[in-house]
Every structure is written in C-alpha cells, then in structure tokens.
C-alpha cells in the first residue's frame, strides 16, 4: 500500500478553487470511495461525513458546509489523509474550512470547540505561552461549559496538574505583530 | 556529549510538567546535552491552525527561526508540537532538523546505552504502546515510515525489560484535541482504547504526547484504573533515576501497584 501517492501535480478540476488555496488540496479527485469517512473516528458524532464533505467542496459548493458542526468535531487525526487512495488532503480539505468559516464570520456549527480555540489564542496572544488555567477560565467563561468539563478542571487542580502562576510573558510584543499581520483571520 | 535544541512547548511547562522532568532526568543520564530554546514561544496546537492559516505556520514558525540560529537540530517531546513544528518545516523550506524525542534515543546506540543505564528491569510489567496520531500522521509531514504500525516506542520499552503487548490501536486517535470542548466524545475514543489496552494484555499505556496521556488518564470508565505513563517516566524510573514519586502522584490512575509488582518483587 502507497498510501501516499504524489500530491506535487495540480489537481485536474479546480472546481474548489472559490476557496483560496483549497482546490490544492485535492477535493475534486475525491471519487466517493468512503475510506476516509471509513477510519474517522468521531464520524458518528458529525452532521457531514468527511467524504460527503469532500464532495460537497469538489463540486464548489463548500459554501454548504461551513456551518456544519462536522469540520469543528474533527480531530485533526489525519487518517483521512494518510489513507486517502487518490491523495485528498482530506484533513486539510477541513482545516481550511475552519479557517474560512472563522474569517467569514460564521457561526460555528460547534460553538465549545470554536470558543475553545479562541480562548486558547486569547491564552497565547497574552503572554505568549499557554497558561492552561487561565485558558480554562477564559474557555468556561465563553461557553458556559457543562459541568462535567469544570469537575475534570477541578481534578485536574487537586492533582497539581494545572499551575497557578502564569509561564513568564515572552516575546509578547512579536506574537502581537505575529496576530496583527493574521488579522481578519480566526476571528 | 550530544547537543540538542529543546522545544518544550506550554505543556512540559504545564500540565504535563512530568513529562517535561521525565525527559530532562534522561537525557541527563544518558549524555544529551538538552539546550532549552531560549524565548520559545507556543507553536499553537492545535487552535491556531484551526481558525488561521497565516498565524498557525507564523507561530511555529518563530521557534523554527529561533532553532536556525543555534545550529542545533531541534527535539520536541510533546506530539502536537512536533506535528505543528513539522507543518512549518514544510511549509517554509527551514533548514532546522525536526526530531521528536523518540527519534532520538530508539536509535541502536542510544537503545544499548539505555539497556547498560537499568537499575531496575521492569520485567513482568506488560505494557502497550500508544503513539497517537500526530507522532506518525500523515506520513510525507513526519517522514515516519512505518505509520500503520510504528515500533519507536516499541524497541524503547522492550529496551528496559518490559513486555510490549501487540496491539491494534497504535494511531488510533484518542480525541485528546477535542477534549475539553467535547469530552463525551473524547471519553468514547478514550474509554475504548483502554479497554482495548486491556483486552491485550496490557497492565498500562505508555505514551509520548501530552494531549493523549491527559485525555487516557482522566478519560476511563469508572473501575478501570489503567496506569497512562510517558515513555520517558518508565524510562527514568528503570535507569533507576530520582524524581519519580513527585511524578506518581500528578496522575490520575497511580502506576506506583503495577511498578512495586514488576521486576524487583
């Protein structure tokens, strides 16, 4: 098994290209085989299947899908990818929605996992480290969290897993520059 | 001596701090010169790449910048980071040499000094390996060859006297990333794997990456208690290393029964 075939040719229909950059990622040589929906571990959970999804944006219309909850529930595992027989970067494919979704300002069809990428941004972009209980403060406080999430927090606490004092700021005034020059990205 | 640059992302300084002493204890005992990247900055696993292109690669890309500089090749412990550090690599045409920590001591050499350091064979203790996702995956990102069935970790723990169990459920995914927006779903993926871990033969998981160890350790159905080790733990506790009680004690599901019962008894 290849598993890995040649991605440096363009793919030959650039149907997906209203995406910037997306029709690179090969969505319209999808030919509907299933395997990534196949080895997707969270595709129960999702409103979209990664192959339904695949062809949705060969065909341009990924418009369609960029409120589904499905691209927030992917893990970003890469099965889909690595399995892929004619070289869609499946998980990519997805990111890039993601990302298209959040610069377009739409709503996410998961709100939890959009606010907890934006809280952990707002983490970074503070002190240039992650300060995990600060982020979950920060996650809690966006979502409104279920409590089963804050028990594991206060666990997580108990054990001294999550530090109280904050990792030094570091490099802050670069990283701001770094999210200026992303700006009207990942809003 | 051999010098490295270490990146240890906000995990090793955080929640998984274990996993960040565990490495510098045995890099220590086995001559590595671990050189901490200094003004490191978070490589933005896995946010950053999900809302932004341009920050995701930017905020990888810093570290790769600052690595350049040191001459060094660069060694991340934590999967997610060496993942996002690995993306940039390729994105960017930096000269830096991304390893992940297993890549550098499961080399023959380093495996032999290894088995020369023990103090304490675990014999007995039986053990799967779990590898995860972004360790292996996709394969022209981290190079790995044998990305179905990797033995990276594999050769490391046979190294010091353990019993590798086969297993099927190497790469598959845990859920970790969605983890603390939607851990029923987490908990699902979580749960089946340490009941496959089970299943097997196994007495615990050893792992190499922060977001997996957090995720099987708390994420197991009530009444399992199967210890979630880093490969770095086992390690330093065989070469017989101080340390290891204080890491113990951070875990949800506490090793210290399976490893009291293994080797010395």
Known sequence: MTGNPDRSQPPLSSAAD?????????????????????????VEDMDIAPHQIMAMVGAGLEG?????????????CQTCTTRCPNGVDVASVIEALKQQAAAAGIRAGDRRVAAFHRAFLASVRARGRVHELALMARYAAKARRPPEGLRLGVKMLRKGKLS??????????????????????GR | MRAVSYYPGCSLHGAAREYGDSTTAVCQALDVDLQELA??????????????????LALAARNLALAEGTGHELVAPCA?????LKVAKKESASS????????????????????????RPLEGLKAVCYYGCLLV???????????????????????IGAEVRPWSFKTD????????ARPAVARRLSSRLAAMAQEAGADCIVTACPMCQTNLDTGQQEGRDLPVLYFTELLAYAMGLEGTEAWWSRHMVDPAPILDRAGIS
């Open chain 1, 18 to 42: 209203s995406v910037p950059g997306i029709g690179a990622l090969g969505a319209s040589l999808c030919f509907s085989c299933h395997k990534c929906s196949s080895g997707c571990p969270v």
């Open chain 2, 137 to 159: 995956r996709p394969p022209d990102v981290t190079g790995v060859a044998d990305y179905e069935d990797p033995q990276s970790m594999d050769r490391v723990i046979a190294a």
């Open chain 2, 39 to 56: 003004d490191w900055t978070c490589c933005g696993a896995s946010s950053g790449h999900s809302l932004s292109r341009t920050l995701g």
């Open chain 2, 96 to 119: 830096v040499t991304v390893l992940h920590l297993l890549d550098l001591l499961a080399d023959d050499e380093t495996l032999a000094q290894i088995r020369e350091s023990i103090q």
């Open chain 2, 173 to 180: 995914c845990c859920g970790g990333g969605i983890a603390p």
């Open chain 1, 164 to 185: 109280l004092l904050p990792p030094r700021k570091t490099a802050t005034q670069e990283i701001r520059q770094l999210f200026e020059e992303a700006k009207g990205e």
């Open chain 1, 64 to 76: 369609e899908v960029l409120g589904s909850s499905a691209i927030w529930l992917c893990t970003g």
């Open chain 2, 80 to 84: 997610a980071c060496y993942h996002r």
